[in-house]
C-alpha cells in the first residue's frame, strides 16, 4: 500500500517537523530558576507522532489513486459503506428518513437548552445564507467575497426601520428583503463587467465599504456600539417569554429554510436557472446561444442578495442587537465555506455545509484551544479527498417514456 | 431576392492590426458558403463580427430573414443575433461541460422560450408546458444529429466527435436561418468528416437552413460548397464556384506560396 520511497520521505518529513517545532516544544524557560528545561521526550513523540501520521497520509493518498472497484475491494468497510449509500438512496427508505428528521427537527427545541436551541437558529439562518450566495457563486459561477454586506443591508433595515419608524418584524421582512436585492441590482450594474478574480476583489472592497459605513455613521447607526433592543419577531402581539420566543423564532427561521429550498430548486430547474449554470461554464458560448448575459448576472445576484437580506432580518430579530462587527469579511468567507464544503450548486450539500460549519466548532468546544486548529484541518482534508464537496451537485436526469419517442419519430 | 446575409466592406482593427480588410460577403437563400484560407486570415475574426462579439471598425452586415424585411445587425450583442436567426459554432469546441447533453440543447432553445422569475417560483400551467416542449423539442433535435443515445451524458464525457455534432444540435435548437460553423471537421477522423458532410447537406435540405462555413479540410469544402470565399491577410483574395477557385492562382499562391521561376 505504501511504497518505500513514501516510508523515506515521512522520516524525513517527521526530521523537519523536529527541527521546526524544536524551540517551542522541547526549550522551556523557567523564568523563577532562571533555567532552561530541556523537553527531549517532546521530541521523540513529534517525531513519531509525524511518522505514523505521514504514512497514514500517503497509504490515503494512494487509496485515492485507485480505481474505484479496486478501493472497495481494498477496503471491506468502504463496500459496507457503499450498500448503505445504496439502501439510503431508495425511495421506500427515504420517506421515513425524512419524516424522522423532520420530527427531530420539531421536537428539538423542547428537548434541548436555550442555548442549544440558539445555535440551531444560527445553523438554519447559514443555511439560508449558504443557499442564497448558492445561486452566485454554485449556480452562477460569480465569485462573490462581499456577501456579508446583503446580511448587514437586511439586518440594519429592520433594526434602522424599528428604532426610528416603530416598524415590526413582519413588515420589515420584506423591506429588508428587496432593500439588499436593490442594493444587489445597483451594485451588480457597474461591478458585473468584470470576470472572476477581479469581481471577487471589487465585491470584497463593496463589502468592506458596506461595513466602514455602517461604523462610521454613528449618528444614525450608533457606530461601533450599534443598535439593540430590537423586538423578536411577533406572534400577534401575544406576550411570549423568552424561551417560547426562541422557539418560536427557531420554527420561523425552520419555515423559511422550507420556503428558501423551494424556491432555489424551482429556480435551479426552470430556464433561468438553466442559463445561470450556462453562464457559469462558458460565458462566450452561452452569449451566442441567445442568454442575455447581462440579464443573467444580474438576477442571480440580485436573487442570492435578496435571502442575505431575509437572513438579516433574522439575525437581528434573534440576537435583538446589530453591531457591524457582525458583518466582517470573516463572515463572507464562512459562507463561501459553507457553499464549497457543502457542494457547490447542491442545495442538499449546502444545507449539510452549513449545519456542519456551524455545529463543528460549537462542538468541537472540547479541546477549547485546539478547535480551529481542527476545523482548519478538516477543511483541508475535505477538499483533498472529497473536492465536490460533502453532497456534489448532480444534473437532473430526464426521463423519457415510449409514448414520447415514438412521437418524436 | 435579397440575400440573406449581406456583409458589406466589413474591416476590424486591432489596434494597428487590420484583421479583415474591407470583406464583402453575401449569401442566398439556402446555399452552403465556405469561407477558406491559410491560418491566421481573418476568417475567425470575420465570423465573430458578423456573430456580434466583436463590432466591425467600419462596414455594415445585413439580414434579412426569411419573410421579413432586410435589417442592419451590426454592432447587436451576441444574443440579440442569436435571437434574429444566426447560430454559430466554435472552432475549439465550447460546449456546457457539466451540463447533460439534453441541458445543452436546452439552452439553444433558450431564447425562444419566455419563462421569467415569476414562472420559474410559481411554475404556473404555460411554464410547465412550455418547460415539456423544451424538453421534447432538445429530445427531437437530439433524435435528428442522431444524439439520443448520450441524453443525460455529461457534455464533457461525449466522444470528440459527438461534441462536434453536439455543438451543431445546440445551434441548431435555436432555430436558425443562417448556421454559421466554425471549423466543424477540425479534429474529425476521414469517416467522422464524411459523416459530417452528409449531416450538413440533410440539414440544408430537412431545416431550410443556409450554411457558411470555415473549413481547412478541403474534401469536405469542395463536396459540399456551393460557392467557397478565399481569404488571405484580411483580404478577399477570390470567390467563385469550387472549381474556379481550385484554378485561381490566387489561391494557390496564397496556399502554397510563388512559384520560383529561374
Redesign the interface.
Known amino acids: 500500500m505504501v511504497t518505500l520511497k513514501q516510508i523515506r520521505n515521512s522520516v524525513l518529513i517527521a526530521l523537519w517537523m523536529m527541527i521546526l517545532t524544536f524551540p517551542i516544544m522541547v526549550i522551556k524557560v523557567n523564568t523563577i530558576e532562571n533555567i532552561v528545561i530541556w523537553r527531549w521526550m517532546n521530541l521523540l513523540y513529534i517525531g513519531v507522532g509525524t511518522v505514523i501520521l505521514s504514512i497514514f497520509w500517503f497509504f490515503l493518498i494512494n487509496r485515492r489513486k485507485l480505481e474505484p472497484e479496486e478501493r472497495k475491494r481494498s477496503f471491506a468497510l468502504k463496500g459496507k459503506i457503499e450498500t448503505l449509500k445504496g439502501v439510503l438512496a431508495k425511495p421506500v427508505v427515504q420517506k421515513p428518513l425524512y419524516a424522522a428528521l423532520l420530527v427531530i427537527i420539531i421536537i428539538f427545541p423542547f428537548v434541548s437548552s436555550l442555548y442549544q436551541t440558539g445555535i440551531m437558529i444560527t445553523a438554519l439562518m447559514y443555511v439560508i445564507l449558504g443557499l442564497g450566495l448558492n445561486i452566485v457563486v454554485g449556480l452562477g459561477g460569480l465569485l462573490h467575497l462581499g456577501y456579508a454586506a446583503f446580511y448587514a443591508v437586511g439586518a440594519y433595515t429592520y433594526a434602522l426601520l424599528h428604532r426610528y419608524l416603530g416598524l415590526s418584524f413582519w413588515v420589515c421582512l420584506p423591506i429588508g428583503a428587496l432593500s439588499a436585492m436593490l442594493l444587489g441590482i445597483l451594485v451588480g450594474l457597474p461591478v458585473l463587467r468584470l470576470r472572476g478574480d477581479y469581481l471577487a476583489i471589487v465585491t470584497l472592497a463593496f463589502g468592506e465599504i458596506v461595513r466602514i459605513l455602517l461604523e462610521n455613521l454613528s449618528q444614525y447607526t450608533g457606530g461601533p456600539a450599534g443598535i439593540s433592543g430590537i423586538p423578536r419577531p411577533s406572534f400577534f402581539g401575544i406576550k411570549m417569554s423568552l424561551s417560547t420566543a426562541m422557539n418560536y423564532t427557531y420554527f420561523l427561521t425552520f419555515a423559511l429554510v422550507l420556503f428558501t429550498i423551494f424556491v432555489v430548486r424551482r429556480l435551479e430547474h426552470s430556464r433561468l436557472g438553466r442559463s445561470w449554470v450556462a453562464m457559469r461554464e462558458d460565458e462566450v458560448a452561452s452569449e451566442a446561444m441567445g442568454i442575455d448575459i447581462t440579464r443573467a448576472k444580474l438576477s442571480s445576484f440580485a436573487l442570492g442578495a435578496l435571502w442575505a437580506g431575509l437572513a438579516g432580518v433574522f439575525f437581528s430579530a434573534k440576537t435583538t442587537f446589530v453591531n457591524p462587527a457582525s458583518f466582517t469579511l470573516w463572515e463572507s468567507v464562512i459562507i463561501l465555506c459553507v457553499v464549497v464544503l457543502g457542494g457547490i450548486g447542491s442545495i442538499k450539500g449546502v444545507v449539510l455545509g452549513a449545519i456542519v460549519i456551524i455545529l463543528l466548532p460549537e462542538y468541537l468546544r472540547a479541546f477549547s484551544q485546539y478547535r480551529m486548529l481542527f476545523f482548519g484541518l478538516i477543511l483541508v482534508m475535505m477538499m483533498i479527498f472529497r473536492p465536490g464537496g460533502f453532497i456534489p451537485a448532480k444534473r437532473r436526469v430526464y426521463t423519457f417514456d415510449k409514448a414520447q419517442l415514438e412521437e418524436s419519430d | 431576392m435579397a440575400a440573406i446575409l449581406d456583409a458589406s466592406q466589413v474591416t476590424m482593427d486591432f489596434g494597428g492590426l487590420r484583421a479583415v480588410n474591407n470583406a464583402d460577403v453575401h449569401i442566398d437563400q439556402g446555399e452552403i458558403v465556405a469561407l477558406i484560407g491559410p491560418n491566421g486570415a481573418g476568417k475567425t475574426t470575420f465570423f465573430n463580427v458578423i456573430?456580434g462579439?466583436y463590432k466591425p471598425t467600419t462596414g455594415d452586415v445585413r439580414i434579412t430573414a426569411p419573410g421579413k424585411e432586410t435589417e442592419s445587425i451590426t454592432g447587436l450583442?451576441?444574443?440579440k443575433i442569436?435571437?434574429k436567426g444566426l447560430?454559430?459554432t466554435?472552432q475549439n469546441i465550447?460546449?456546457?461541460?457539466?451540463?447533460?447533453v439534453?441541458?445543452n440543447v436546452?439552452?439553444?432553445r433558450?431564447?425562444r422560450?419566455k419563462?421569467?422569475?415569476a414562472?420559474?417560483?410559481f411554475?404556473d400551467r404555460k411554464?410547465r408546458e412550455?418547460?415539456e416542449q423544451?424538453?421534447?423539442d432538445s429530445?427531437?433535435i437530439l433524435?435528428k444529429i442522431g444524439l439520443e443515445t448520450f441524453?443525460?451524458e455529461?457534455a464533457k464525457n461525449l466522444p470528440y466527435g459527438a461534441q462536434r455534432r453536439l455543438e451543431i444540435a445546440?445551434?441548431m435548437a435555436?432555430e436558425p436561418f443562417l448556421l454559421l460553423l466554425d471549423e466543424p471537421a477540425a479534429g474529425m477522423n476521414p469517416h467522422e468528416t464524411r459523416e459530417l458532410d452528409e449531416m450538413i447537406l440533410k440539414i440544408r435540405a430537412t431545416e431550410k437552413i443556409s450554411i457558411l462555413l470555415i473549413e481547412h479540410d478541403m474534401s469536405l469544402v469542395m463536396s459540399i460548397s456551393d460557392r467557397i470565399y478565399v481569404m488571405d491577410y484580411g483580404l478577399l483574395i477570390a470567390e467563385g464556384q469550387p472549381k474556379e477557385v481550385r484554378a485561381n492562382p490566387a489561391v494557390i499562391k496564397a496556399y502554397l506560396g510563388e512559384e520560383f521561376n529561374a
Open positions: 456573430t462579439v450583442k451576441p444574443n442569436t435571437e447560430a454559430r466554435f465550447r460546449l456546457f461541460q457539466n451540463m447533460t439534453l441541458e436546452m439552452i439553444g433558450h431564447c422560450m419563462a421569467g422569475i414562472g420559474a417560483v411554475r411554464t412550455e418547460e423544451v424538453v421534447a429530445y427531437a433524435k441524453v443525460n455529461l445546440r445551434a435555436t
